[in-house]
């Protein structure tokens, strides 16, 4: 294929996208001319090429096409929604023949169904007796088709040509139609095409004719202006040419580590490196903009979607989207577009009511699927939300113990939010009927397969008789992922942070007693429950390790798939650039890529989903496990601290992360001992006063654990760090009630320390008043 | 060297491979890493010698001394880099020597009596003055390639 023909490809299929949302929009707002002119320019400028290319097939359609637009765009018919039907059809048809090309390089012998394509268009037309007499007649354009001459003929023309919006010259190919027909937009580019018709790029005959032009109306040329205005300020770049600046920029970031380590006598030399520092992170930042896109490119097919989903189901919905400007890496935009619209489907399907269903009970008969999408810390999330009936718990839990995914007694544990995790399991669907959208039970498990696949989460919020919230996580980039790495004899590997809930460390003495075995399987009892483990080192048939050496267990989550991978240490957790393997490295199917490490060495990552796979690790309905215990009030997990002298428990779930800080960086707010920490001010609790005036050691250090409370944070500083346990709820002897801010912890009664106790900024009374900046709430996993 | 032949001449990158002197041409070479630092692969096919870092990319490493099935080598060796239509790949290889120049008159094809595997991966030799330099193309020696010809 050439690379007119390519240019030609994408350019049509984003003008198509961009009619398709015309189109629907216009169902809205059936009088807006600038959405009529709009869709036109676009059919033109498609006809207008594919006369220039010699797409005959191409060609009669749009021109069929473009007669019925240049009738509604003058306002001599008016856009019902039949009229708009027929022109989303054709549509589909010119996607059909563009796909075509694509693929086989021809658009492939017009056949019965254009013909009737053409003739449901021209019926169309004469809705209105008036109009019909003005029609130019179609079939002159199949005369004047095959007299263009065959592509391979035409010398490739320059690239600029193609780049503009519309090649006039091809404008030669249909007979002059009613003044009308001419686009106002087109008007505008009227007077270069007349004195440089270009002909070293156009066959003679079609240069010649070029039909004479009646004068623009001046509205025509402003917008034509502003739209070139778009083309000059943008340019398309291969997205191959991206990933190799991608690369490079990785690379000059290991250059640059390595000469910041580079110790010189010369101060000069250490101003250079900082600025090369800087240079390099603005333009690794350039270079990850560069391959974002707005979500836009995948929200705008919703609307048609939604639209044609809602005609065949008789059901009256609009759809509003928020945040299309929200941009994400285009490889990820790629990935979600498949799990949205599945989601859509179902919001549509299975969320929104029938209008009768509505009025009865008390809604507008109108249902709304609201599409959202907006940053949240180093993700971006999108919501589907509908305002149907939301998802009866009762019906799901029934559906999951008849189609056998869970036992008859779980399901009855099971508390609202695990239930609606249910979902996800493959082969779940409440569809009492398969229709031709949904009900064939995939679906919900596709969308969280395809979503962890590239490191995002997705997450269920049901409000019976209100509705229903899908929310997909995703990382804004793949190209660099969070990762721990991990070691295994003696090498590094990398596994992704978004598969890992939990580390685990056995010394030497403990890794016989606290691994157990059921015949080859071995175990690991994780608060009561056995969790399968991998052992990296067999797995991968490398040496193996004696058995009475200390070990790490990553605990991992995988597709809902939940086990331990035993490693030989742990590194540091890293921010890794993805490389991609080899074809004969990609075949052994444990390795996601390779990496290399700020010390620039090298790590193979890891693919926890197909490890486990490997490994037979099932499905565990465990995998929320999480969860339950969360909610489960008499067993909570606790992290035990030494503060002072005496041992205290801190609820895990309020743990936001546990730092290591020098005892001087400990300041005074008021009467406060607070901390600056990530540019706010975290309250601590009153210990830390006493490192304050200490003033001993500069260099001693402590650790603050931050913690969150409701909606703010506030800091726990402890001398050390014991233990993460399960502690059961104590009760009074005699009244039953629960003991409040004690638990049991190994045996022992512990106090619970009271986050509510550190006192919030705000009521700092003395000395100056102190801004608590609003503590991000969104800590960066 | 009889660079007087008005035959075609070329220039050649010999490498050493335990006792034996490797010729590949130049033009095929897109660089000569030093002794890089190289990673394992577990599980890899046999043929692969590791990973080696090479301007940003990881690139696959086919070792010349697994792929011959001789003893790993004891001291760290060199890699050239090579590309193929799958990508870049490189070659591990003992030592990387000077660039010869060798004709055309004096290249001879394999041998009938070499063995079955060396007679895929060899392109004959050609007769230096003193020894035998062994003509290798890379395009034979590409990871895709050898996947397919010699499974595990």
């Excluded at chain 1, 320019?41 to 594919?50: A, D, E, L, N």
């Amino acid at each position: 294929m050439d690379d007119l023909t390519r240019e030609f490809l994408l350019e049509s299929q984003e003008g198509l996208d961009r009619m398709e949302r015309a189109l629907t929009d216009l169902e809205t707002r059936p009088g807006d001319t600038e959405l009529l002119a709009d869709i036109f320019r676009s059919v033109h400028t498609i006809k207008g090429t594919t006369g220039f290319l010699g797409f005959s097939r191409l060609e009669a359609l749009s021109h069929a096409g473009e007669n019925l637009l240049g009738l509604l765009r003058d306002g001599k018919l008016a856009a019902t929604p039949a009229i708009i039907s027929g022109l989303l059809s054709l549509m589909d048809r010119l996607r059909g023949v563009l796909h075509s090309i694509e693929t086989t390089g021809a658009e492939g012998e017009s056949d019965a169904q254009d013909a009737a394509m053409i003739e449901r268009l021209e019926r169309l037309q004469l809705g209105d007796a008036s109009i019909a007499v003005a029609e130019p007649v179609p079939q002159e354009v199949s005369v004047a088709a095959p007299a263009h001459p065959i592509r391979p003929h035409k010398p490739r023309a320059p690239r600029r040509r193609v780049t503009h919006p519309l090649p006039d010259g091809a404008e030669g190919a249909p007979p002059p139609a009613s003044p009308e027909e001419a686009g106002p937009p087109r008007e505008a580019e009227e007077s270069p095409r007349e004195p440089a018709p270009e002909p070293r790029s156009l066959p003679a005959a079609a240069a010649a004719s070029l039909p004479a032009r009646p004068a623009s109306e001046p509205a025509g040329e402003v917008q034509a202006a502003t739209s070139s205005g778009t083309a000059d300020s943008t340019l398309r770049v291969d997205v191959e040419l991206l990933n190799r600046m991608m690369n490079l920029v990785g690379e000059l970031v290991l250059t640059r580590n390595q000469i910041l380590q580079t110790t010189s006598a010369d101060p000069g030399f250490a101003l250079l490196g900082r600025r090369l520092d800087m240079v390099t992170a603005d333009l690794r930042e350039s270079v990850m903009k560069a391959r974002m896109q707005p979500v836009s490119h995948v929200f705008s097919r919703f609307p048609r979607l939604v639209r044609d989903l809602a005609l065949g189901l008789d059901k009256k919905i609009r759809l509003e989207m928020e945040g299309q400007e929200t941009e994400l890496d285009k490889s990820l935009l790629e990935a979600i577009r498949d799990p949205l619209t599945h989601s859509i489907r179902n919001a549509v399907d299975h969320g929104i009511e029938l209008p009768a269903v509505r009025l009865a009970a008390g809604k507008p008969a109108e249902g709304v699927v609201r599409l959202r999408a907006y940053h949240e810390g180093s993700h971006v999330i999108v919501e589907v939300h509908d305002d149907g009936a939301g998802m009866s718990i009762e019906k799901i839990r029934r559906k999951a113990v008849e189609r056998q995914l869970i036992p008859q007694q779980r399901a009855e544990q099971m508390n609202e939010r695990e239930i609606l995790q249910l979902i996800f399991l493959p082969g779940f669907s409440t569809a009492e009927a398969v229709t031709s959208v949904s009900g064939r039970g995939v679906g919900m498990d596709v969308v969280r397969t395809n979503v962890e696949k590239i490191g995002g989460k997705v997450d269920v919020e049901s409000h019976a008789g209100k509705g229903s919230i899908l929310r997909l996580r995703i990382p804004l980039t793949l190209a660099i992922i969070p990762a721990l790495i991990v070691r295994s004899r003696g090498q590094n590997f990398a596994v992704p942070q978004t598969a890992l809930t939990e580390l685990v460390h056995l010394s030497a003495g403990e890794t016989d007693s606290r691994i157990e075995r059921l015949e080859n399987a071995a175990l690991y009892r994780l608060r009561g429950r056995l969790l399968p483990l991998v052992f990296l080192d067999r797995l991968l048939q490398q040496s193996v390790r004696e058995s009475h050496v200390p070990c790490d267990i990553a605990i991992l989550n995988a597709d809902g798939r939940r086990y331990g991978l035993v490693v030989d240490g742990l590194a540091d957790p890293e921010e890794i650039v993805v490389k991609p393997l080899a074809a004969v490295l990609r075949e052994i199917g444990f390795y996601a890529g390779a990496t290399i490490l700020g010390n620039g060495e090298m790590a193979l990552i890891l693919n926890p989903g197909a490890i486990a796979q490997n490994a037979n690790v099932g499905l565990s309905s465990e995998g929320e496990e999480g969860l339950t215990e969360e909610k489960n009030a008499a067993r909570r997990d606790y992290l035990v601290v030494e503060a002072g002298s005496h041992r205290a428990a801190l609820p895990l779930e309020t743990v936001v992360r546990i730092e290591r800080i020098p005892r001087s960086r400990i300041e005074r707010a008021g009467s406060r001992p607070v901390l600056r920490f990530e540019g706010a001010l975290l309250p601590l609790d009153d210990a830390a006063a006493d490192f304050i005036d200490a003033g001993d050691d500069p260099d001693a250090q402590t650790t603050v654990v931050v913690c969150r409370d409701g909606r703010r944070h506030v800091g726990m500083t402890v001398s050390q760090v014991l233990d993460v346990t399960g502690g059961s709820q104590l009760q009074e002897a005699g009244s039953g009630l629960a003991a409040e801010g004690i638990t049991l912890l190994h045996e022992k009664v512990t106090s619970i320390v009271s986050l509510a106790s550190i006192p919030p900024l705000e009521n700092v009374r003395d000395g100056e008043p102190v801004m608590e900046s609003a503590f991000s709430l969104e800590e960066e996993q | 060297m009889n660079e007087s032949s008005a035959t075609h001449t070329q220039e050649v990158c010999s490498v050493v491979v335990g006792d034996t002197l490797y010729g590949i041409p130049i033009a095929h070479v897109l660089e000569i890493l030093g002794k890089p630092a190289t990673q394992p692969v577990p599980l890899a096919p046999y043929f692969v010698g590791g990973l080696v870092h090479y301007r940003g990319e990881v690139l696959t490493a086919v070792s010349l001394r697994r792929l011959l099935g001789m003893e790993p080598a004891k001291t760290p060796e060199d890699v050239l880099v090579f590309e193929s239509a799958d990508g870049l790949f490189g070659l591990f290889v003992d030592s990387v020597g000077e660039v010869l120049h060798v004709s055309d008159t004096d290249h001879e094809p394999n041998p009938a009596t070499l063995e079955a595997r060396r007679q895929a991966l060899f392109d004959g030799a050609w007769k230096l003055k003193d020894r035998l330099l062994v003509s290798l193309a890379p395009e034979r020696l590409d990871p895709m390639r050898l996947a397919g010809a010699f499974p595990a």
